[in-house]
Structure formats: structure tokens, C-alpha cells
DNA sequence: TTAGTTTTTGAATGCTTATTCAAGATATGA
DNA sequence: TCATATCTTGAATAAGCATTCAAAAACTAA
């Protein structure tokens, strides 16, 4: 019988979280395909055999540090927005966040779940699901903000919040994908300042 | 003594944009790190060899398909804008070009420079170069563009030529983007109108 | 036609890749 | 302490990759 149910398993060794965030800056850094099992060992300091076991096999990873990566994200947004009682003043600064990212230039900063959208989102509908859901949550996440700034008088068209979330996210992947080309300060930041007047408006 | 200065040299058979095109839709497809050489044979029909002695190598290959990209991508431009004596119409009906090719859902109607900035900008400096300049190109041709609806008395508000000029192509990016995961038609249809909207005021 | 030169061809090369697996190490429960 | 089940290890595997090269074909010039 070499099937146990009540007694307890050996439990891995290596942290989960802590192998999911080494995988995610992995990938951020060469993307998918160009990371290989080499470098995520590295990353990891797993062995090949540890991370099949885990994970099933590369793609796995992936999958596993996509969700990992939008679980740190969404805490992260919460974070930021809850220091805030101003929910546009929220927003404001939620912008500039994302500006100094892009204008950062490090590739730990840019955001895998837009870098997994370019490079598979067309090929693997696996990781296409997963990334809608992301981009939805994301979206809810951004509607709920433009509901309170309009609850709190500081919007002042006719727009849905849903309308704006979804434009406020266009504009978001533009300005990171604006920024591998021209990652100049001030432009970004002008960029970031219209973004913010046009989706409030 | 090998070389020969004034007589004719045989010329290669092939028809070098033909088979630029051909490539560009095969990088297109699939990513530059995902395409075999197998895949660029089929595409292009020509053997290993021959890519070899004409192009350098796989990447150069991409590079050339990149700038032939480019020249395609200017001339549809042109050819667009020349349709329309009022300029602000001419861009109303650029960005419902971009609509439908982010709707159609069409792996061969995706920006190929956009698809090269996202996966190899970081790390190649040499396409950076070039994709640096492709940007810079697209850009004067939507500033002019600007000047000329500013020129016809279309544009409501104070933003230079040049600042919407970069919000437009921030905005393009990020529809493209967009559409990976949120190819409804009303959706994008709405998204390009806004887009126009904020762009012109 | 013939000689000379170039292109075309596609098999061979050597390297890298993702994945597997059996042996060794280690924790658990008695 | 021992027996057992699980995890870890890293070398082995087989497939795929970009690239090369020498032979064959084909064009040019005379």
C-alpha cells in the first residue's frame, strides 16, 4: 500500500512564495521562452527534478508565478489606495507609481502580467484565461476606485466608472510599453499628468 | 584573383521584399524566440543557406523584416491620410483602422514593432536602435498630423502638436494591448472613440 | 558551347533545451 | 533505533535549435 492518508508528509523544504518571486523576476527579465530551466534553477536554487515535482514543468512555473505575481499586486494596490482618503488623490499617486516604474528602466519593475499578455496570450488559451481573469480583477479593482471619486464629487463628465477603468488600463499598458522606447522623466511624467486629466474628466 | 569589379554578378532569385513580408508575418505569428529557422524556411521558401548569405542570421532577418515593416507601415499611413481634405477625419478614420485590425483578432494585423519592443527592447541594443527610430518616425508623422487639424481649426484645447502626438501612441500601444484579452467590438469601438475625444481636445 | 563565378541546396554539426529518473538524503512515526 | 515514505539531487536523455559548408545547379560572359 504505498498510499498514507491520516499521517502527516514529509513537507518540502523551500519557501513557495519565496520560489514564485524568484521565478516571476526571472521571466520579467527574459521573458518566457528566452528563461530557461538553467536560469530558474539559478533563480530558484531549486533543482530541475524539485521544480517538475512542484510545478509540473516549466509552463507550470509560469502559471504558478503569474498568479503569485497578481496576488502581490492587487495587495500592493490596496496598500497604496488605503492611504488615501481622497480616492483621486489615491489615483494620482497610483500613476506616478506606475510612472517611476517606467521611468526606473529595471525589468523587475515592469508588469509580468502585460509581458505574459504580449508574448502568449495568442498561442496558449490556458494562460490566456488566467490573464483575462487578471485583467478583469484589475478592472473591478480600478471601477471600485472611480466609483468612490464619483461618490466623493471630483469626477466631472458623464462617463461610466467602468468606461474609465477600462480606458485608465489601455493607458497604463501604453505608457509601459511607450517607455522601453523613451523612458525620459519629464515626458513620462507629462504623460502620466494627461492620462490622469482625461480619464477624470 | 577572386573578385571582380565590373561585370555583372548574378543576382539572387528571390524577391527580397516578398520574402521580407513573409517573415514578418512569421515573427508576427509566433514571437521572434519561438520562430524556428524551420518556420522561416517555410515562410519565406528560401533554404538555411540562402537566409545566411543574405541576411547574416536570424536576427538579422528580424532587423531587416523590421524595417521593411516600417516602410509598409508608412506608406499605409500616407495612403490613408491622403484619402480625407480634413485632417481631424483623416485620424478618426486611422483609429477605426486600428480598431479593426485589434478586433479581427488577426495575428498577421498586430503591430510587428510593437511585438519587437515588448519581447527584445531590453535586451538587444542594436534593435532598441532601430525600433528607437521607427518610433520616432511614426511620432512626426502623427505630429504633423496634429499641426494640420490644429491648422483647419479642429483642436479645442492648448496641448502642442507634439504632446498629443505621444498620447495617441501611447493609446494605440495600449489598445493593442488591450485587445489580447477584450476584442469585443463595442468595447474597442468605444475605447477608439475616447481615445479621439481626449486627443483632440 | 565552355569556363568561371555565384547562388542554391540540404545534410551535417555541435550546442542548448526541457524533461526524466534512479540513487541518495532526510524527515516521520513507532 | 529502525522502517518507511517523501523529498532532493544531478547526471542522463532525446529532441530541437541556429548555423555551417561542400557539392550541385544555374546564370553570365566570351
Redesign the pocket.
Known sequence: ????EN????????DREQVLRAAMTAFMEKGY????????KAAT??????????F?????LLLAALEQYNRDRGDELQALFSQFSSARAGLAAYLTHVVDECVSCDPQKLCLTQKALNELAEQDTEAQAILSEQCAMWRNALCAVFERIADQGELTGARTPLDRARSLIVSIYGLRTFAHTHPEPQIMRDLGAQILKDVCQ
Request: proline share 6%; charged share 25%.
Open positions: 500500500m504505498p498510499e498514507q499521517n502527516e508528509m514529509r513537507s518540502a523544504e523551500f521562452a528566452k528563461t530557461s530551466m538553467q536560469d530558474l536554487g531549486l533543482h530541475p527534478g524539485s521544480i517538475y515535482c512542484a509540473q514543468n516549466k509552463r507550470g
